[in-house]
Structures are given as C-alpha cells and as structure tokens.
C-alpha cells in the first residue's frame, strides 16, 4: 500500500493505493470433496488435451493415487519434493509436458507446499517463454498458465491461496509472484492430511502460526488481514494447545487454519522468522517449516509473547526442534546468510517498521544466526 499527495483544483489531498489482488476462483471444501474431482475436472477439459495431476512422491504406491480421476490421456506425474522446489525443475516438468503432449488441459498438484508451487510454476511455463528464473520476482509473468488446481495434503503453508511459488533459481530464491499465479481452484478435503506425520504435521502446522504472529504484529497489518489472522490464530491453537488426542476436527481446523493465514498474509507480510529463515534455506536447504521454527526459537526479542506460546506448542507436542545448525560455518557462509536475509525488505519493514535498518544491523543478524 502506499499514500501519495496528489493536487486538484489548488486542494492537497492524500490518496491511497491499495492492493487489488486476485484470489483463488473456485474453492470446494469438505471432507470427502476430493471425490468431486472428475466431476470439476469435466468442464475444464479441452478436447484430448490431458490433465496433468502432479503428486508429491510420498504417496506413490499408497491408496490416494487410485482415487484421481484419470480419463484419455491423463497422467500422474510423482514430484520429488525432497528439496523445495527450483526453476530447473519446474523449467524440466514444463518442457517434457510440451514435448510430449504440446499442450495441456490443466495441472493438478497435489502434495504439500512444495507440490503446490511446483503445480503453480509448471502451469505457468506451459505458456510464458524462456525459464521460471526469468519470473522471479513481482508482476514478471505475462501470460495466464493453464488450468491449475491445489489440493493441499499438509496444511499450514498457505500456498493453496497465496499468488505465489517459491522457487529457488540460480541466483536467488523467490516466488513468481503474479495475479496468474494464484489456483483456479482448490479442493480441501481435510481427510488428506489425516497420515501427515506429527513433526512434519507440526512444522508446516507451525508456519501458518508463525505467519499469524508476524502479520498480527507487523506494520502492515489492516482489518481485512487482522480478521483472517485472528481467526487462523485461534485455530492454531485451538490445534496445537491443549494436549487433546488428534481428531478429524483437527485435521478440519489446520486447513481452515492455513487458508484464513493465507489470505491474512495477501494483504499483509511475514516478519523476522521468515527473513532469518531465508537465509538458511539458502545456504543450508533448510526446508521452510522447520527453518521457521528453528528461528522462531530465538527470537523473543521481537515477538516476547508469540515465542513464548510456541515453545508451549513445542513442549505439549512434543516435537523436536533442531539447535546448532549453524555452529561451524564459516565467515563467507555467515556472509551469504546475512545478504540473502537483508535482501527481504519488505519483511523487515513490516517487522521492524521504517528505520529498520537502524535495528536489525548485520552485526545483530550475525548474533542471531550463531544462537540457531
Ligand atoms: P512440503 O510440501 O515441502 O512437504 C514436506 C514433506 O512432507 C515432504 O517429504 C512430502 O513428501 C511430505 N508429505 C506431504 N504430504 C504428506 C502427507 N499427507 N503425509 C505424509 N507426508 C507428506 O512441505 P510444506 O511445509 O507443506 O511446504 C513447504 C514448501 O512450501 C516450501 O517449498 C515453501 O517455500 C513453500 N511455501 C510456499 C508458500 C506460497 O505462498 N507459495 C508459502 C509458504 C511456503
Ligand atoms: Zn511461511
């Protein structure tokens, strides 16, 4: 957003400009709406043109696959999300799509938020020319992608709504960031993420959370993104505190959770955990939901009463977060942290507001660092 004066008939009046942001078409949610997908699929379909379901590697060989609706020449193509995602990767998927089938009807992704993004970026380059790496960055990408669904089997990242992918390219790690990035449609069917296990469950759990307590405090923050964030605040807690056994109302909560973070966060931005958290992705390949935790542990100084309640989440969950992770690195790869980390401005304005260059130092980010 930003204010500008602007002058009419001798008067000084302030206009604002406010973000006009797209958002995600159609959305089914319900438990079970996973078995609607043919019927969803049907109206998109374009002659023999396949649909392409992009599924993450784990549930290759499980029971979810023979669910998809394959018609024609439709095909299921296992992502391998081991590491996040990066423009080569989405650049191959693209391309071997193209040479196989020229085009296609859509791209289904579903998985975590690793799939998603990889569904979003492919989707993308079926039409835009040249590599993935040419779009990193804001309002880059010319052209609409093709059809593209998410359906989430991790809840927690918001990437089902967010109108962007995270990609790690040859010289930065950066979302496509567009108004054709974002889902035509999202299917959340909470039985999805029932088998999620409780570490992985809780870390990506964790980055819905932690988006809440950096957008809710930062200097960004309005009405439209406090609502959202105050009501996937609640149900992360409702989720993560408490000590109850795990029930399918959890399971229903966490996606509501993750999709009310999400739209929290399109009007509003994360803050020092991401930034930090970054920067370790980067050097180390630190996956985003345990790196997140992994700074959030330390970093009581900026949110007191967020760490406070995580580390209850920690305790009562029982989850383990790793210490140490930067202890024997050198000088240049503190180095390369800190510049990957400084570089998300926006981040650290939200967080620290307009003098935060004055705050948040290289030598106080180096500090940090070295506690993780
Ligand atoms: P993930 O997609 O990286 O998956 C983590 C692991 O869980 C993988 O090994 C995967 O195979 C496995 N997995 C997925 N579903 C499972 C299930 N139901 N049961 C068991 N295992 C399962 O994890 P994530 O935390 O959902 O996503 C992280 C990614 O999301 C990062 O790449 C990050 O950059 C991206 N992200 C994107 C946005 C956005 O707005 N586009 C926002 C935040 C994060
Ligand atoms: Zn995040």
Same mark, same amino acid.
């Given at each position: 957003?930003?204010?500008?004066? @602007?002058?009419?008939?001798?008067?000084?009046?302030?206009?604002?400009?406010?973000?006009?942001?797209?958002?995600?078409?159609?959305?089914?949610?319900?438990? $079970?709406?996973?078995?609607?997908?043919?019927?969803?699929?049907?109206?998109?379909?374009?002659?023999?043109?396949?649909?392409? !379901?992009?599924?993450?590697?784990?549930?290759?060989?499980?029971?979810?696959?023979?669910?998809?609706?394959?018609?024609?020449?439709?095909?299921?193509?296992?992502?391998?999300?081991?590491? *996040?995602?990066?423009?080569?990767?989405?650049?191959?998927?693209?391309?071997?799509?193209?040479?196989?089938?020229?085009?296609?009807?859509?791209?289904?992704? &579903?998985?975590?938020? @690793?799939?998603?993004?990889?569904?979003?970026?492919?989707?993308?380059?079926?039409?835009?020319?040249?590599? @993935?790496?040419?779009?990193?960055?804001?309002?880059?990408?010319?052209?609409?992608?093709?059809?593209?669904?998410?359906?989430?089997?991790?809840?927690?990242?918001?990437?089902?709504?967010?109108?962007?992918?995270?990609?790690?390219?040859?010289?930065?790690?950066?979302?496509?960031?567009?108004?054709?990035?974002?889902?035509?449609?999202?299917?959340?069917?909470?039985?999805?993420?029932?088998?999620?296990?409780?570490?992985?469950?809780?870390?990506?759990?964790?980055?819905?959370?932690?988006?809440? &307590?950096?957008?809710?405090? $930062?200097?960004?923050?309005?009405?439209?993104?406090?609502?959202?964030?105050?009501?996937?605040?609640?149900?992360?807690?409702?989720?993560?505190?408490?000590?109850?056994?795990?029930?399918?109302?959890?399971? *229903?909560?966490?996606?509501?959770?993750?999709?009310? $973070?999400?739209? @929290?966060?399109?009007?509003?931005?994360?803050?020092?955990?991401?930034?930090?958290?970054?920067?370790?992705?980067?050097?180390? $390949?630190?996956?985003?939901?345990?790196?997140?935790?992994?700074?959030?542990?330390?970093?009581?100084?900026?949110?007191?009463?967020?760490?406070?309640?995580?580390?209850?989440?920690?305790?009562?969950?029982?989850?383990?977060?790793?210490?140490?992770?930067?202890?024997?690195?050198?000088?240049?790869? !503190?180095?390369?942290?800190?510049?990957?980390?400084?570089?998300?401005?926006?981040?650290? *304005?939200?967080?620290?507001?307009?003098?935060?260059?004055?705050?948040?130092?290289?030598?106080?980010?180096?500090?940090?660092?070295?506690?993780?």
């Amino acid at each position: 957003m930003c204010a500008f004066i @602007s002058h009419f008939r001798g008067l000084n009046y302030q206009i604002m400009k406010f973000r006009n942001f797209k958002m995600v078409s159609y959305v089914v949610y319900g438990r $079970g709406s996973f078995n609607q997908l043919d019927e969803i699929l049907a109206l998109q379909r374009k002659g023999d043109a396949p649909m392409i !379901f992009l599924v993450d590697h784990f549930f290759e060989g499980k029971a979810l696959p023979n669910r998809i609706p394959l018609r024609g020449m439709d095909k299921i193509i296992y992502a391998d999300v081991t590491h *996040e995602p990066k423009t080569k990767q989405v650049d191959a998927l693209a391309l071997a799509l193209k040479e196989e089938f020229g085009t296609v009807s859509g791209i289904i992704g &579903i998985g975590g938020g @690793s799939t998603m993004d990889l569904a979003k970026a492919v989707s993308l380059m079926m039409t835009n020319p040249g590599s @993935s790496a040419d779009y990193q960055g804001w309002d880059l990408v010319q052209q609409a992608g093709v059809y593209k669904v998410g359906i989430p089997t991790l809840s927690g990242t918001g990437a089902e709504v967010s109108r962007t992918t995270v990609l790690t390219g040859p010289v930065r790690k950066l979302g496509m960031n567009s108004d054709f990035t974002t889902f035509d449609q999202i299917v959340l069917d909470p039985e999805l993420i029932k088998y999620a296990p409780t570490n992985q469950r809780f870390y990506t759990g964790m980055d819905c959370y932690i988006h809440c &307590i950096e957008s809710l405090q $930062g200097t960004y923050l309005n009405e439209f993104s406090k609502s959202y964030g105050d009501k996937a605040l609640q149900l992360c807690r409702d989720v993560f505190l408490g000590n109850k056994q795990w029930t399918e109302e959890h399971d *229903e909560k966490l996606m509501m959770a993750s999709y009310a $973070g999400g739209m @929290s966060i399109a009007y509003s931005q994360v803050g020092v955990a991401h930034a930090v958290s970054y920067g370790l992705s980067y050097l180390l $390949g630190t996956k985003h939901g345990i790196g997140n935790c992994i700074v959030m542990n330390h970093i009581e100084e900026y949110y007191p009463e967020g760490v406070a309640e995580f580390k209850r989440m920690v305790a009562e969950n029982n989850i383990d977060i790793p210490q140490g992770i930067c202890s024997g690195l050198s000088e240049e790869e !503190f180095e390369k942290m800190i510049n990957v980390s400084i570089g998300m401005k926006p981040l650290w *304005e939200n967080a620290l507001g307009k003098d935060w260059e004055q705050i948040m130092t290289r030598e106080k980010l180096r500090a940090l660092y070295e506690k993780l």
